[in-house]
């Protein structure tokens, strides 16, 4: 359960749960976030690309761009960043902590 907020300026903000890294800061928040907080990270990976959509799951995020690209963050427990776990405990697909371009 979190949110996201987008600026004309291009600032993202993210608010609510953190637990699975949903806002894509490369940081797990086990406290509930209650007042924006800036992400930075964002604002440095889709510099130069304009995100049209946030989508957001319980324990990820997904971002639409013009160009039609999706990125996701978060937790890939069931597959649902788009990446392929190869086997039970394959936890390096796990997370992706950061927002990562999902191969169409």
Not at 13 to 30: E, L, R
Not at 46 to 66: N, R, Y
């Amino acid at each position: 359960k979190h949110s996201f907020l987008k600026t004309v300026n291009n600032e993202y903000y993210g608010i609510g749960n953190n637990h699975y890294c949903q806002f894509g800061n490369a940081q797990k928040t086990y406290e509930q976030v209650q007042t924006p907080l800036r992400l930075h990270e964002l604002e440095e990976i889709f510099d130069g690309i304009q995100v049209t959509q946030i989508e957001c799951g319980q324990l990820h995020s997904l971002f639409l761009t013009a160009d039609g690209l999706v990125y996701s963050c978060g937790f890939n427990g069931l597959g649902q960043l788009g990446f392929r776990k190869s086997q039970k405990h394959d936890f390096e697909n796990e997370y992706a902590l950061t927002p990562t371009k999902i191969p169409l």
